[in-house]
């Protein structure tokens, strides 16, 4: 802006037009007027050539059209950044719907405020800056937020804790339970709203796979228990089965076997081949852990598998005395309790990442089975794990013997 006044100018830009005919030139008038009024000729040689300008005696661009293409640009400018505010503002609020949330909007303003500025933000968006900087007061300082916001972060800890040590298998209904098992007092929909705002959520269960291949030459023994996957005591009942993963080195194969009592998986396997090998493995863990040479009333139940019915595995069987049970083909309902287990180790630890060999996947089953064992909680057995289940019916055992030894 010039330093010289609207006046000043106006009366110098006189002064030279009305004394232009007593000099040689216009130049010459200008010279002799800017030193009279203090500016420098050039100066003064602008002011005159822009006030021809505006008059319509000398080419040019009139000031007001100046004006006019100067306002123009600003408001093209700023149509430009709203337009980008509101671009990036769509993509980071997706999907639609109703007003996002004023910690939404300040994550927004925070991510591009170095571009745009908190102002401009603010009008596009239609929050008060003021609504902003309080939000990052209250972030440096939490003590400024409400009783409310400073519990759901004491929480909200607790929860991802929970939800991380299930290895992020666990939904809100689970996570809740969990929490009360360890003297949370919480409300169900309270640990919903806080997962939902941390982005934490539970597996959820694929579609199911057919693994199981029939020999229609095999001897297959009657199916004892008919759907009814229920024990009494550990040891009574066992079911077996085994599934595939796809890894960068090819198929393998997982073989389990899981007592019915607490649904405690008693024997694993993992292996490249989908042979006989791959279930008695299985079977001679169960059988090396859980049996000390009392087996003559456990049933074993699988699917019609040629592997469970092979000479060797039912040999084995027959040798621990165990008798073994078989369901139908083509029917996962027979088998019911082990697609269930398998199900979870597909959802809970398979459908979560590329898996590149045997080696990582071996590595992964066993961390799932000991955790599935004595970490994992279920409903059915009143948000208990399978260790604790079995644990209580021993305890229970004992306790029952105690006035029968007095």
């Not at 100066?43 to 319509?56: F, I, M, P």
Request: glycine residues 6%; hydrophobic residues 35%.
């Amino acid at each position: 802006m010039s330093k010289f006044p609207k006046e000043v100018r106006e009366r110098s830009v006189r002064l030279v037009l009305e004394s232009q005919s007593e000099h040689t030139s216009q130049w010459a008038a200008v010279q002799s007027v800017a030193a009279k009024i203090g500016c420098s000729a050039q100066t003064l040689n602008n002011w005159v050539n822009k006030a021809l300008t505006d008059r319509g005696e000398r080419a040019g661009l009139r000031s007001s059209d100046s004006e006019r293409i100067k306002q123009l640009e600003r408001e093209n400018r700023e149509l430009k950044r709203s337009n980008e505010i509101l671009r990036q503002a769509s993509a980071f609020f997706c999907p639609g719907g109703t007003r996002p949330r004023t910690e939404t909007l300040v994550s927004f303003i925070d991510a591009h405020r170095q571009q745009h500025g908190v102002e401009s933000i603010c009008r596009e968006l239609e929050i008060a800056p003021s609504t902003y900087y309080q939000w990052l007061a209250k972030r440096r300082d939490p003590s400024l937020l409400s009783a409310r916001a400073q519990n759901d972060a004491i929480v909200a800890a607790d929860i991802e804790r929970v939800w991380i040590s299930s290895f992020g298998n666990y939904g809100a209904r689970k996570v809740w339970h969990q929490m009360k098992r360890e003297g949370k007092d919480l409300a169900r929909c309270t640990v919903e709203r806080l997962m939902r705002k941390l982005g934490l959520q539970g597996v959820r269960r694929g579609k199911a796979v057919k693994t199981t291949v029939w020999n229609r030459a095999d001897h297959v023994p009657d199916d004892k228990v008919n759907r009814e996957f229920h024990a009494t005591r550990p040891n009574q009942l066992w079911v077996a089965d085994f599934t595939y993963v796809s890894t960068w080195r090819g198929m393998m194969y997982v073989a389990f076997v899981i007592d019915v009592f607490a649904s405690c998986i008693v024997g694993w396997k993992v292996s490249k081949s989908p042979n006989t090998d791959l279930v008695l493995d299985a079977l001679e863990q169960a059988i090396h852990c859980r049996l000390d040479g009392h087996a003559d009333d456990i049933i074993h139940h699988s699917d019609r598998g040629v592997q469970y019915l092979s000479i060797r595995y039912t040999d084995r069987l027959k040798d621990e005395g165990m008798e073994l049970s078989v369901g139908s083909v083509g029917d996962s309902y027979d088998n019911a309790l082990a697609e269930s287990i398998i199900g979870l180790f597909k959802s809970e630890v398979i459908h979560k990442k590329p898996w590149k060999g045997f080696e990582e996947l071996e590595l992964a089953t066993c961390v799932w089975v000991d955790w599935f064992n004595n970490g994992r909680i279920y409903e059915k057995f009143r948000y208990n794990t399978p260790a604790e289940i079995e644990a209580e019916y021993h305890q229970q055992q004992t306790e029952s013997l105690l006035p029968l030894a007095a």
